[in-house]
């Protein structure tokens, strides 16, 4: 009797473990919705991306529903004084799964000429740390990386 029931047991059990996975990515998905502005960046792979008085980051974490399952959408902006050039704005995508974030692709990219905005960010896995109103996205590849912001 036990065993008939077996492979039933292990499914739900299965089912529920997924289910409680899902849960734990979209509420990380709803707590990242919004902006969020670059605090300090450490090991940064070029020397044109820095944050002082004169140039800020931004993260814009843009809704995303089924964040297991779906790929969610992110805007990173650079506030600075370009003069003739627009400031630079990157649509990416990413992936979440437990606290791994994941870009896998940019959609649209506007740059001023040195700026390197997707070169930071392009083919990164992060670990993400939310806490106390701050984020943590901590380069998995090299630890010594990593960006710290807070909402706005």
């Given at each position: 009797?036990?065993?008939?029931?077996?492979?039933?047991?292990?499914?739900?059990?299965?089912?529920?473990?997924?289910?409680?996975?899902?849960?734990?990515?979209?509420?990380t998905?709803?707590?990242l919705?919004?902006t969020?502005?670059?605090?300090?960046?450490?090991?940064?792979?070029?020397?044109?991306?820095?944050?002082?008085?004169?140039?800020?980051?931004?993260?814009?974490?843009?809704p995303?529903k089924?964040?297991?399952?779906?790929?969610?959408?992110?805007?990173?902006?650079?506030e600075?004084?370009?003069?003739?050039?627009?400031a630079?704005?990157?649509?990416f995508?990413?992936?979440?799964?437990?606290?791994?974030?994941?870009?896998?692709?940019?959609?649209?990219?506007?740059?001023?000429?040195?700026?390197?905005?997707?070169?930071?960010?392009?083919?990164?896995?992060?670990?993400?740390?939310?806490?106390?109103?701050?984020m943590?996205?901590?380069?998995?590849?090299k630890?010594?990386?990593?960006?710290?912001?807070?909402?706005?």
């Open positions: 009797m036990i065993k008939a029931n077996m492979p039933y047991f292990v499914t739900v059990f299965l089912a529920v473990v997924m289910l409680f996975s899902c849960a734990k990515e979209n509420a998905v709803r707590s919705e919004g969020w502005e670059w605090e300090s960046i450490s090991e940064a792979p070029s020397a044109h991306i820095g944050v002082n008085d004169s140039t800020r980051h931004f993260f814009k974490f843009l995303c089924k964040a297991y399952t779906a790929s969610c959408r992110c805007v990173y902006t650079i600075k004084n370009w003069n003739l050039y627009s630079p704005s990157d649509t995508i990413y992936d979440l799964k437990r606290d791994e974030l994941s870009i896998t692709q940019f959609l649209s990219t506007t740059t001023a000429p040195n700026s390197n905005t997707n070169g930071i960010l392009k083919d990164r896995r992060f670990t993400l740390i939310l806490k106390d109103g701050k943590e996205l901590r380069n998995v590849q630890s010594s990386f990593k960006i710290v912001a807070f909402k706005k």
